[in-house]
């Protein structure tokens, strides 16, 4: 079978405007952003000595101001003191160091500088979880039925760029955000809404994120609403067990980075992810790109047991032996097709 095939069996919605793609979303999956409101940071902790010395380390302590009081938040930077290539925005698991999936003295000797952020400082991965941002909206305009926990910790993402563009030392630096897994459907969700992300990385985000859900095997819409709902609106839950009723597909999430730069990694392992349709959600989304992922129509469709790379366009797929993880390896592939879209 070939990738033309393979799509066309799928009998995807075709791509929309912008404007309707994200209403989708809003609508139909993640609910809508709140407002920004303005932001301060304080820096709490200078580390003159981290990465051998190479960079410094700085706890901040960020600042949202709502009308009704502050929302405060911790985040961590590295900075390189020799200047970096670009900032990785790192949307954590966790808060602590050292982190597996965010290895900071090899990013650093990379070339990069790192800003974490974790999640459960936004607010709990919990159902009924009402806490933190959370809390600011419940009751109010929001609560998680009319947007999701997806909605706000990309929210937090991007109140931590509003603070990143007031520094001096990481004004000027691209921004390339990487999530992985439900933290890759959320720096999906996260570029979708804010133009300031200059390149997107959502690593094995399955699921609601980069892989498509017609036909999807591993996770499904039903299998995902029923553990996870406070990720969605409950709109979404009616495509359980409906997902040809879609008037969307994850490509247009997908889409809704163009034309800016968009990576995926996918593990053979992570059936659960299921690459098939991340590969081919990767495919369906490229049409909107100027340079597209760098795939030929006729071409068989890929093993998806043999890892494979797609880098010779603006959008780019990773396929690597193992399970899910963000590991070495998905950051080291990453890194060569990154620095094409930097121009370095
Ligand atoms: C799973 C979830 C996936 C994925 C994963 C993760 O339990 O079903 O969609 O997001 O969690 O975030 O590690």
Redesign the pocket.
């Known amino acids: 079978m070939t990738i033309r095939q393979a799509l066309d069996e799928l009998r995807l919605p075709p791509l929309r405007d912008r404007e309707e793609m994200l209403h989708l979303f809003e609508q139909e999956v993640f609910g809508p952003l709140p407002a920004p409101v303005p932001v301060s940071g304080q820096v709490l902790e200078t580390r003159e000595d981290d990465c051998a010395g190479k960079a410094v380390r700085q706890s901040v302590r960020l600042s949202l101001h709502f009308a009704d009081g502050d929302f405060c938040m911790p985040i961590l930077l590295t900075l390189p003191r020799v200047q970096p290539k670009a900032l990785l925005f790192h949307l954590s698991f966790k808060r602590e160091l050292p982190n597996e999936y965010c290895l900071t003295e090899e990013i650093v000797d990379s070339g990069y500088a790192v800003c974490q952020l974790c999640y459960l400082d936004v607010s709990s991965d919990d159902t009924n979880g009402c806490d933190g941002l959370a809390a600011r909206f419940i009751g109010e305009d929001f609560d998680h039925r009319t947007t999701s926990k997806i909605s706000l910790w990309a929210y937090a993402v991007s109140r931590t760029i509003d603070y990143l563009k007031t520094r001096e030392d990481t004004r000027s630096l691209p921004i390339v955000l990487i999530g992985h ?2 933290l890759g ?1 959320t720096a999906l969700w996260c570029s979708a809404n804010d133009g300031r992300v200059d390149v997107c990385y959502a690593n094995e985000s ?2 609601a994120g980069t892989s498509l859900s017609r036909r999807k095997e591993g ?1 499904t819409v039903a ?2 609403y029923r ?2 709902p406070h990720w969605f609106v409950p709109a979404y839950e009616k495509y359980a067990g409906n997902e040809e009723g879609m008037p969307f597909d994850q490509h247009f999430l997908l889409a809704l980075t163009a034309p800016r730069p968009l990576y995926c990694g996918s593990a053979i392992g992570d059936l ?1 992810a299921w690459p098939r349709n991340e590969f081919l959600g990767m495919c369906a989304a490229s049409p909107a790109f100027a340079s597209g992922l760098a795939f030929d129509e006729g071409a068989p469709l890929p093993d998806f047991g043999q890892p494979f790379r797609l880098h010779g366009g603006g959008v780019g797929y990773h396929l690597r032996t193992g399970t ?1 993880f963000l590991s070495r390896e998905d950051y080291n592939t990453f890194y060569p097709w990154l620095e094409k879209q930097l121009g370095l």
């Open positions: 897994s439900r459907k399955g699921c996770e299998d995902i553990v996870f659960w899910h």
